[in-house]
């Protein structure tokens, strides 16, 4: 473990020299809540105030929550990384490492993006302030809950991209199904939060990695209970247990086809 | 004039057409980049049946008015990062001295430098602007305006970037800008007009190519109007000038570096 530890503090002492860099994140992130803010407002204009069991408020919030989750994550950054790894046969350097390249690429991304999650999440926190004028209600127990479930949400993602990083061993280019990938989790999930979909249709989303990733710490967010806290955290649980398995099978499998002409 | 103008598009279209025979190289990868990219796309569809589901007007737009506004989005940005690629890494060519392979070519430096690189997902983007025509109810009048605003606009977004990447020919990291820039674009492009109030509104109209690219095509396709056609025509042909004009002027200012580099 102390080399994976070592592997994070690494990147992270490196992505501090370029904090420069996260300024265009950061503008992106303002204006897609920016974009949001506008609409959520115009869909509650002389509407009830709470639709679906949310008020303005907690839309806004919601939206703050998992966009924030999404801009830390840099997804497509890191399916890119582990597709060109595998088309390029650089990966093999890896293999003979003493460390394991799921555990590598891992902990190098979370160094990548800790000191970007610690920045975008004060400003999310100042914007949704300045938009909305308040905090959702929490007590030091839940906000704990939160950055757990946040946090959980973050290794999800990462190891669900890095399956979809890892195709790359039997499709030339993995890139696209990541695209699909990621409008499944912005539209069923991040966007819009599950009690908006037809009934029938809830009780599929439940299911999909959009519930963990990014509704569920979301959810407690702008409605924290005990309730939801238990399944939102069971749920993350067994969703992080399958997809690391799940990772690890794919690349033992993948490796074997492994063919590199040249270097 | 003339035939240096057609001899400037020969080139342009060869570069292109070799661009596309090399991506056709993996052919699976190319047709599985233009199906993900139509469903990456369509996926949208369902934000906005959700939101429809609650409430049948936002801003001003019917639904099928809100998917040809997506559509016209998709055409616009897809053309653009189809034909003029490279646009959108003027300041990356700018920065390490890429501009240099192009200098010593016979042809107009503007040009070479956005075109020479396709992207194949934007052929998925233009599909899909095609797709939604067929959606909301074809008919050959839509179609036409459809690919003359898809076109305008593309060209119209191009000079945008072109314009924000030149800025390197004078500041460091305008690549920030450029994404950013991009980012405003796109993000706006996919909403309706009509929820955005004051401010934000002027800046969609004048400072963005958003409102004439956009909002007012699919106006246009609703109801015809020659006086709004024509303001849209006029703004692509200002917006390319002052691209040229800026990016010439910017070129004076730039000094060669050491790099090797060969365009093959």
Known sequence: MRKYLYIFKSKVMSNLQYVFDLAGGMIGYFLHIFVFVYLYRYLYMGEKDIINGYSLNQMIWYVIITELIWCILGGRKLCYKISKDVKDGNISYNINKPYSYIGYVFFEHLGDIFIKGIIFTIFGMIIGFLFIGSFPNHSILSIIVVIISCILAMFISILLIMIIGLFAFYIEDSNPFYWLYSKVILVLGTLLPIEYFPTVVQGILKYLPSYVVAYGPAKLFVSFSVNNTIKILVAQVIYLFISYLLCVLIYKKGVKKLNVNGG | ?264
């Open chain 2, 1 to 264: 004039m003339l035939t240096e103008v057609r001899s400037q598009i020969k080139v342009t279209m060869l570069s292109i057409k070799y661009a596309i025979m090399r991506e056709l190289l993996n052919k699976v990868t190319f047709i599985s980049n233009i199906i993900f990219m139509i469903l990456n796309n369509a996926s949208f569809l369902i934000q906005w049946l959700v939101l429809y589901s609650i409430k049948d007007n936002f801003g001003g737009y019917t639904f099928k008015q809100v998917i040809l506004l997506w559509g016209m989005a998709a055409i616009t940005y897809g053309f653009s990062h189809f034909f003029f690629k490279n646009a959108y890494h003027l300041s990356d060519t700018i920065n390490t001295g890429r501009l240099d392979t192009f200098l010593v070519q016979p042809k107009s430096v503007y040009l070479q430098a956005i075109t020479s690189d396709v992207t194949v997902s934007a052929i998925g983007d233009i599909l899909y602007g095609y797709i939604m025509i067929f959606v909301t109810g074809f008919t050959i009048e839509k179609f036409l305006l459809f690919t003359f605003f898809g076109i305008l606009g593309g060209i119209s977004l191009t000079a945008f970037i072109i314009i924000l990447g030149s800025l390197s020919f004078w500041f460091s990291r305008t690549d920030i800008i450029v994404d950013t820039g991009e980012s405003l674009a796109v993000n706006f492009a996919t909403y309706p007009d009509g929820i955005f109030k004051g401010i934000v509104k002027w800046i969609l109209y004048i400072a963005l190519p958003v409102g004439i690219v956009n909002y007012i095509p699919i106006s246009i396709i609703s109801k015809f109007n020659i006086k709004l056609l024509l303001l849209c025509s006029i703004y692509c042909i200002l917006i390319v000038l002052l691209s040229i004009f800026i990016f010439k002027k910017g070129l004076k200012r730039y000094s060669s570096t050491n790099l090797m580099n060969a365009r093959v």
